[in-house]
């Protein structure tokens, strides 16, 4: 049993590119970053998990972020022993500006504390910089070189081709991520199950 969790913001695409690579539909309800449960979609023995996106919910006191931050670390703290690899799921387009405005407000975004907790946590991380789409063609690179420096990674991001995919659910642009995922597999000699 090995399994793949998908985490990132409300609205990034998480559940269209699970989507786009399962062929189920795993959101539940129609209003974004309502759920906090992981719904799971199975494919023989490789289960692909959806956690609740980060953002804010109404109604509720603490930063919906902080409860999605800990339910993603003890959920992976739960389920280490199967847990083969994490993507992250982040808008490409408005990334940065972001990231740059909680900066401006002295805060860690939540997508940086993420990356940095999954790799803490021993976790094999691949970043998904989805809705590229939306980004023009000769902007592309120093758009991803931006993200994976505000990540912390050092750029150029063409280095890192074995962490990082630029996709686009929508148009059915994931090779880059089915490419890194199927050698992660392969690692496990699992190529039987994606
Ligand atoms: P989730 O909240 O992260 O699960 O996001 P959804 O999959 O519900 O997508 C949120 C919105 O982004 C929807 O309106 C999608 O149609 C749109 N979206 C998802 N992927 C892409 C993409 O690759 N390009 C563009 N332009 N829009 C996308």
Redesign the pocket.
Known sequence: NLEIIFV????????????KLTGHK??VGKR??VTLIPTHVRLSDLLVT?MP?FGFMSGIKERKQDIVKDKVVSYIETNADRILMAVM?V?GPVFVEVVERWESRDEIPIDVEMFGFLSELGIDTVLAV?????VKEKELDRTLDDIVEKLGILPPWRQWMDMIAP?????G?VKPLVSIIRQRLHDEKRDDLF
Not at 11 to 16: D, E, L, P, W
Not at 167 to 171: D, L, R, T, V
């Open positions: 990132g913001r409300s609205n990034v695409g998480k559940s269209s590119l699970i989507r795993v959101k974004p970053g959806d996106g799921v808008d989805n809705k590229t789409d939306k996709i686009s659910a929508k148009k642009q």
